[in-house]
T-cell receptor, first 115, second 109 residues
Framework: DAGVTQSPTHLIKTRGQQVTLRCSPISGHKSVSWYQQVLGQGPQFIFQYYEKEERGRGNFPDRFSARQFPNYSSELNVNALLLGDSALYLC??????????????FGDGTRLSIL | GQSLEQPSEVTAVEGAIVQINCTYQTSGFYGLSWYQQHDGGAPTFLSYNALDGLEETGRFSSFLSRSDSYGYLLLQELQMKDSASYFCAVHGGYQKVTFGTGTKLQVIP
């Protein structure tokens, strides 16, 4: 079975641009969460979607938005990119919400570099 | 808010046992998870504790004390491939998952 897949794997943008990152969860998983990981730090929670609705949001500005589609795949959008947005963006899926006794399965991430 | 503390680095000898501690402060608590992440890789789920006590999965065990806001990950029979970063993560209120800053484990021969 395929794991969590994310695209693209690498992306280079300039300040002020917009970016869309994509995630396909493991088949049967209904919950998708997005994280930002800066080098040397732990993943920082951005959003959680469950059954196509936003169920949790971390401390990120409104430039960050996301959505989940009927097939449970998800997109993360970031507008007006800043140099500080350079990071590894991770998507994780789980059967239900992350705080039930369900492990999160992470994709390999999208490495976003802002010039 | 939520905050977690874990040691930044730990070094241990191959075949030995190592314990990685995690203390947390959180508003709302559902459970504590542990993840392993090799350099350049994605985090991999190791364990989840919702109740006090010890959970054992092969060479890895995880412990939780909710009254002490404390948990640890125990790795036995260390192997070189266990060299990685280990993160504790709190499942807290408002459906947030907060990760610690990670413990870099180096296993030496």
């Amino acid at each position: 079975d395929a794991g969590v897949t994310q695209s693209p794997t690498h992306l280079i943008k300039t300040r002020g641009q917009q970016v869309t990152l994509r995630c396909s969860p493991i088949s049967g998983h209904k919950s998708v969460s997005w994280y930002q990981q800066v080098l040397g730090q732990g993943p920082q929670f951005i959003f959680q979607y469950y059954e196509k609705e936003e169920r949790g949001r971390g401390n990120f500005p409104d430039r960050f938005s996301a959505r989940q589609f009927p097939n449970y795949s998800s997109e993360l959008n970031v507008n007006a990119l800043l140099l500080g947005d350079s990071a590894l963006y991770l998507c994780a899926s789980s059967l239900e919400g992350p705080f039930f006794d369900q492990p999160q399965h992470f994709g390999d991430g999208t490495r976003l570099s802002i010039l | 808010g939520q905050s977690l503390e874990q040691p930044s680095e730990v070094t241990a000898v191959e075949g030995a046992i190592v314990q990685i501690n995690c203390t947390y402060q959180t508003s709302g608590f559902y459970g504590l998870s542990w993840y392993q992440q090799h350099d350049g890789g994605a985090p991999t789920f190791l364990s989840y504790n919702a109740l006090d006590g010890l959970e054992e999965t092969g060479r890895f065990s995880s412990f939780l004390s909710r009254s002490d806001s404390y948990g640890y990950l125990l790795l036995q029979e260390l192997q070189m491939k266990d060299s990685a970063s280990y993160f504790c993560a709190v499942h807290g209120g408002y459906q947030k998952v907060t990760f610690g800053t990670g413990t870099k484990l180096q296993v030496i021969p």
